[in-house]
């Protein structure tokens, strides 16, 4: 199975990496340098303000497997890497950050264990460093709740770290889902899978790019794209508080209780009751929502590397991804 490592194609989602970009471009060519496979490095740029877009041109200049999509504007961390792996042309496809928090090394085993027959490869961490105590602990939790309240096996204690076959690839790029939960799509497509369990490493510039505004945005979707314990739960919740109603009522007519206070307190109860339910509802509603509006899933301003358009299955056809115009290497300038 050796052949089917020809190519391997790296897509790496970058969002104002200007401070360590380039040390990771070096880092990884060394790296594929090594490895008796070819390799594409694709970076895709989520809108990013600074240099880094101008430093990675600079190095596709001069390395014609360095390719990058630019996006308009930032469209999110999970659209980037939806983007990246609709642009690879490896029969197999490594997701990872730029940070380098995930070392290339990995992908070493990575890669034998594709060999070995497995179409997906994840990165497990065994531990975190140069993260908080707090981002380690809400973690943990998040990833043991939403294996508990799932209806598919989502492993934990993973990111978007992993390798994926072509055929995985491929199931992946024709679903066109407005807010990927990458990893959960993942493990949803099935195939067999296996686990490479590793020690993450701290970022060696730069601020990490998930904040606990998006950690929690990214926890609701992938909540609420795979499990519908949110609805079960108002279920619960709703028979729970209608028993407590018809006991107070009972108590109010055995113990002669003020009915204004046994009121109220029925009222307030169903009130928390009702907003809750409309809350959680209300983000399932918004899903359908985006989904009827066929909007573009992202807009490609511009791609780098590319001899010709690059077809975009499925998606393209159905008009949720707006094509891109392909620019020439000669237009490619060095930063400044």
């Given at each position: 199975m050796v052949e089917k490592a020809d190519l391997v194609s790296i897509v790496l989602p970058v969002f104002n990496e200007e401070e360590l970009i380039a040390t990771t471009i070096n880092k990884l060519e060394k790296y594929v340098e090594t490895?008796?496979?070819?390799?594409?490095?694709?970076?895709?740029?989520?809108?990013s303000s600074d240099r880094t877009v101008q430093i990675i041109k600079h190095h596709a200049s001069r390395k014609p497997n360095i390719k990058l999509v630019n996006f308009s504007r930032n469209f999110g961390h999970q659209l980037a890497?939806?983007?990246?792996?609709?642009?690879?042309?490896?029969?197999?496809?490594?997701?990872?950050?730029?940070?380098?928090?995930?070392?290339?090394e990995i992908i070493s085993k990575?890669?034998?264990?594709?060999?070995?027959?497995?179409?997906?490869?994840?990165?497990?961490?065994?531990?975190?460093?140069?993260?908080s105590k707090f981002k380690k602990f809400t973690a943990a939790t998040f990833y043991r709740l939403l294996d508990r309240i799932t209806s598919i096996e989502i492993p934990v204690d993973t990111g978007d770290f992993r390798l994926m076959d072509r055929k995985v690839v491929d199931v992946l790029t024709s679903m066109d889902e407005p807010e990927p939960f990458v990893r959960g799509m993942v493990s949803w497509v099935g195939f067999k899978q296996a686990a490479v369990r590793y020690e993450r490493q701290e970022r060696i510039a730069g601020e990490t790019k998930y904040p606990l505004k998006k950690m929690f945005k990214l926890a609701m979707d992938g909540i609420t794209s795979f499990s519908n314990f949110p609805l079960k739960l108002i279920s619960?919740?709703?028979?729970g508080l209608f028993g407590i109603g018809v006991a107070l009522?009972?108590?109010?007519?055995?113990?002669?209780?003020?009915?204004?206070?046994?009121?109220?307190?029925v009222v307030v109860a169903m009130a928390g009751a009702v907003i809750t339910s409309v809350g959680v509802l209300g983000s399932y509603i918004y899903r359908t929502f985006v989904a009827s509006r066929k909007r573009p899933l992202y807009v490609v301003e511009s791609a780098v590397g590319f001899?010709?358009?690059?077809?975009?299955?499925?998606s393209a056809r159905t008009g949720s991804v707006v094509r891109f115009k392909v620019a020439?290497?000669?237009?490619?300038?060095?930063?400044?």
């Amino acid at each position: 199975m050796v052949e089917k490592a020809d190519l391997v194609s790296i897509v790496l989602p970058v969002f104002n990496e200007e401070e360590l970009i380039a040390t990771t471009i070096n880092k990884l060519e060394k790296y594929v340098e090594t490895r008796n496979e070819r390799f594409e490095l694709i970076f895709v740029n989520d809108g990013s303000s600074d240099r880094t877009v101008q430093i990675i041109k600079h190095h596709a200049s001069r390395k014609p497997n360095i390719k990058l999509v630019n996006f308009s504007r930032n469209f999110g961390h999970q659209l980037a890497i939806t983007a990246g792996i609709r642009y690879t042309s490896g029969s197999a496809v490594v997701v990872m950050d730029a940070d380098l928090q995930d070392s290339p090394e990995i992908i070493s085993k990575m890669i034998s264990m594709w060999q070995q027959g497995y179409d997906v490869v994840y990165g497990q961490r065994v531990a975190r460093a140069g993260e908080s105590k707090f981002k380690k602990f809400t973690a943990a939790t998040f990833y043991r709740l939403l294996d508990r309240i799932t209806s598919i096996e989502i492993p934990v204690d993973t990111g978007d770290f992993r390798l994926m076959d072509r055929k995985v690839v491929d199931v992946l790029t024709s679903m066109d889902e407005p807010e990927p939960f990458v990893r959960g799509m993942v493990s949803w497509v099935g195939f067999k899978q296996a686990a490479v369990r590793y020690e993450r490493q701290e970022r060696i510039a730069g601020e990490t790019k998930y904040p606990l505004k998006k950690m929690f945005k990214l926890a609701m979707d992938g909540i609420t794209s795979f499990s519908n314990f949110p609805l079960k739960l108002i279920s619960i919740i709703g028979s729970g508080l209608f028993g407590i109603g018809v006991a107070l009522i009972l108590g109010c007519l055995i113990f002669s209780f003020s009915d204004v206070d046994i009121l109220a307190s029925v009222v307030v109860a169903m009130a928390g009751a009702v907003i809750t339910s409309v809350g959680v509802l209300g983000s399932y509603i918004y899903r359908t929502f985006v989904a009827s509006r066929k909007r573009p899933l992202y807009v490609v301003e511009s791609a780098v590397g590319f001899t010709e358009t690059v077809s975009q299955p499925n998606s393209a056809r159905t008009g949720s991804v707006v094509r891109f115009k392909v620019a020439n290497r000669d237009s490619q300038s060095n930063p400044t």
